[in-house]
């Protein structure tokens, strides 16, 4: 049974950081690309960031880029978020969520979510 259980939520004054994990079981972690998805209050599930199986590509919403980074730890069966300068918009539900080898921007391709964390950015 794949377990995908994400940590690292929390309120935080804007310009602050936060640093999201995601750890998962009961799949070979490294054979699959992660991604992170938001969703906020009244609005639609939305791609943050995804990272592929080789690590060798990344990808980022306009929205985040130049101060999110996504990062991996295969041999922890983990995923990573890194938020930095964050703003009150990115205040959210943060999702990480699994598919085989490589990214997708769209919600419905990936096969395994965790429940999520909550991030708030006070202003």
């Known amino acids: 049974q794949v377990q995908v259980v994400e940590s690292g939520g929390g309120l935080v004054q804007a310009g602050g950081s936060l640093r999201l994990s995601c750890t998962v079981s009961?799949?070979?972690?490294?054979?699959?690309?992660m991604g992170w998805f938001r969703q906020a209050p009244g609005k639609e599930r939305e791609g943050v960031s995804c990272i592929n199986w080789r690590e060798d590509t990344t990808d980022y919403a306009t929205s985040v880029k130049g101060r999110f980074t996504i990062s991996r730890e295969n041999a922890q069966n983990t995923l990573f978020l890194q938020m930095n300068s964050l703003k009150p918009e990115d205040t959210a539900t943060y999702y990480c969520?699994?598919?085989?080898?490589?990214?997708?921007?769209?919600?419905?391709?990936?096969?395994?979510w965790g429940q999520g964390t909550q991030v708030t950015v006070s202003s």
């Open positions: 969520a699994a598919r085989p080898w490589s990214c997708s921007a769209y919600h419905s391709d990936y096969s395994y």
């Open positions: 009961g799949l070979n972690f490294g054979n699959y690309a």
